[in-house]
């Protein structure tokens, strides 16, 4: 993949933090006044390069320095943009996975092993208290006071 070319460069101002600009044409400028950038710093670039190549020109010919004055904002915001273009190392291929183990197959239920499965129907357990005995000892509860 080829990296796209720009025959401009330099730094702008917005929201108060400079940033490295890059364009073909100066025509950019208008674009980055209507947009809000002030302190507009371009250049136009011997060659066209890309934007890793353009950024170490302007550090190479010292851009953040006018007038014997080093500007520390537009220097950090030209290292800040190599650290950005800094190759990134090669992502590491995770190890393919071993394919899972089909899943076992059920056999479907029949009658045998349902029955099986169901607890033995419990008879009733036989009452020792007779009809009478519960019925007298309901008569004798007191009914609630509410």
């Keep these: 993949m080829s990296e796209k070319t720009f025959s401009i460069a330099g ?17 950019r400028v208008k674009t980055l006044v209507k947009t809000g950038h002030s302190e507009i710093d371009l250049i136009e670039l011997k060659t066209p390069m890309t934007k890793r190549d353009a950024v170490a020109f302007l550090l ?3 851009f953040a320095t006018k007038d ?6 537009v220097q950090d915001a030209l ?9 990134k190392p090669a992502k590491v291929e995770k190890p393919a996975r071993a394919p899972k183990a089909p899943k076992a197959v059920k056999a479907k239920p029949t009658l045998e092993t349902i029955a099986a499965r169901a607890p033995a129907k ?3 357990p ?7 005995e519960v019925e007298a000892q ?3 509860m007191e009914d609630a006071p509410f």
């Design 11 to 27: 730094v702008s101002r917005l929201k108060g933090q400079i940033k490295a600009r890059f364009a073909n044409d100066m025509s």
């Design 60 to 62: 190479s010919i010292d």
């Design 126 to 132: 036989k009452s020792t208290v007779t009809k009478a």
């Design 138 to 140: 309901l008569a004798d």
């Design 68 to 73: 014997k004055q080093l500007n520390q904002e």
């Design 122 to 124: 419990k008879a009733a």
């Design 79 to 87: 290292l800040a943009e190599v650290d950005k273009r800094q190759e």
